[in-house]
Each structure stands twice: as C-alpha cells, then as structure tokens.
C-alpha cells in the first residue's frame, strides 16, 4: 500500500532544552510534509552545550523499542541517524539499517562527533572507530569537516585545498555511502564557509558557499541534513537540496544573530519556518 507522504525513521536523542536533534528534525521535516517516527538513543535535560544536563542513555530499551515495529511491519523511506548515547547503540542500529533497508529507500547518517576541530564531551576514540563502522552501511553520509577528518583518521586543519577536499570526500565515499556531503568546510580568506557534496556514481563534486557569519549554534547540521533529507524526498536534485539546506541554515542564523539571548539555545528557526514551504527560486550551487 502506498503511503500518502513520506516517512522517516528518525535515530537521534531528544534534549528538552536546546534547538538540536528531534527538536529540530521533527518541525522541520514535518513542515516539509514529511513523517517522522522517532527512536530516540538518549533524552537530556538539555544539549551537551550547556554547563549542566542530565542524560538517559536508551541503550536498553532500544531494541524493545524496534521488535514492536517489526511487529506492525512498518516500512520507512529514509532511515536517518545522528547522535548517538553510547558505542553499543551503533550494533543495534547496523541491525536496524539490515532489517529495514531495501533497494528504495535512503540510509542517512550524520556521524555527530565533534565541531572546530575536537570531540564533543559525550565522544571518545571507541565513538570515533565504531562511527566509521557504522558510514560503511550508508547510502549518504552527512559529516562536518571536523567529523570528516576523525573518520579520515587526519589532523583537523582551517587550510584545505580544493584538490584536498575532493581527494577526502572521495575516500569517504570509498567507506561505503555513494554520496557524501561535507559542510563547514573553511575558507581560506575566512570570508565564506563550503559545503561540498559527492556523487560516486557520477563521479560530480557540488559546492555550496555562504558569507561566514560569526557566531556558533549548536543544532544548525541537524537542521541542514533535515531540509537535505526532506528536499530529496520532495524529489529535488542533490545541488537543490544541497543549495535549500544552505539557504534555510542562513536564514536561520541571520534572523537570530540580531537578538540578545544564550547561543547555545540555537538558532531561532520558528522565525523562518515557513519558508521552506517556498519554491526554490534561485540557486548557488556549482560543480567543481
């Protein structure tokens, strides 16, 4: 039977306080006229950006959790993970990609590991190996540069070549996912921040470049891959999706920037929600 939209299912963890994860996903794919089903892998207080936060890890329930939708026998469109509570819940979701996984549906991870070049508090080496574990059984794969280079096993630097940037995303790809999208790629001149994506089997490199703005929100991958994911689904092209993620993220720090409040509360994205019910008008995206 055919499903009247599309869904989602969505492996990230819930923080009560904090525009990240499911509190992100689920407004954004839902405005985009995607289902999402959650599993969540941990529930926090608040992101792990804050000096103080509490955190359930799920480990122990999540495989109860997917026995009862095996049960009902549901079907996803897109399988899409994120942060992940522990290294023992890459087994579970390896298992989970291998259940529900078929030749039509899309297997997107975001491996969340560390932002400018270090960990976050939660990750460890162990995070790191079992993260390159689980890319392989992507079909994309959604890394910051900062996580690109842990999965590389490479030193973080602010000066990359274009020639460098390709030659990574190419080996990323040789881990397994046929498509690989890099953002927060620096600029030399530090003037504009990169996205680049590859396509294994056309063998293409995208780029996207906004103006760098200046400020650190926590929850703006969330928020990219999200619209990545809901575009494609929408049945855009990579560059559209690629170039509608873009554009949304902007707009998201730019409608925030100008308020006085704590950051790490992230960016205001109800401000410009609606937007991404717009059609894409104008597009920067290029082929390098």
């Known amino acids: 039977m055919k499903r009247p939209v599309k869904n989602v299912a969505a492996i990230h963890d819930l ?18 006229g995607v289902q999402v089903c959650p599993l969540p892998t941990a529930i926090l207080s608040s992101t792990t950006d804050f000096e103080h936060y509490s955190f359930l890890d799920l480990t122990d329930h999540m495989r109860e959790y997917i026995e009862n939708w095996k049960r009902q026998s549901l079907e996803f469109d897109c399988i899409y993970s994120g942060f992940l509570g522990s290294s023992k819940q890459i087994d579970i979701i390896e298992d989970f990609i291998s259940y529900f996984k078929t030749e039509n549906n899309l297997v997107v991870i975001d491996p969340v590991l560390g932002d400018n070049g270090s960990l976050y508090e939660t990750m460890d080496d162990e995070m790191v190996q079992k993260m390159r574990q689980l890319v392989s059984k992507a079909d994309m794969i959604t890394p910051n ?13 602010n000066e990359v070549t274009k020639e460098e940037i390709k030659r990574c995303l190419k080996e990323l790809s040789d881990m397994g996912p046929k498509t690989v999208i890099v953002t927060s790629i620096p600029d030399k001149q530090g003037v504009f921040t990169n996205t680049v994506a590859y396509e294994r089997e056309a063998d293409t490199f995208w780029k996207v470049s906004c103006k ?25 092209s990579l560059p559209i999706a690629l170039d509608r993620g873009v554009q949304f993220v902007t707009q998201c720090i730019r409608a925030s920037y100008g308020f006085q409040y704590d950051h790490i509360q992230g960016v205001l994205f109800e401000r410009v929600l609606d937007t991404l019910k717009l059609p894409v008008i104008s597009a920067s995206y290029e082929m390098i």
């Open 15 to 32: 923080s009560g306080i904090g525009r990240a994860s499911l509190t992100m996903i689920l407004p954004i794919l839902s405005t985009m």
């Open 145 to 157: 540069f900062t996580e690109a280079m842990y999965l590389l096993q490479r030193p973080y630097s």
């Open 212 to 236: 760098y703005i200046p400020a650190f929100y926590p929850g703006t991958g969330d928020a990219y891959a999200s619209v990545i994911i809901g575009s494609l689904l929408q049945g855009d």
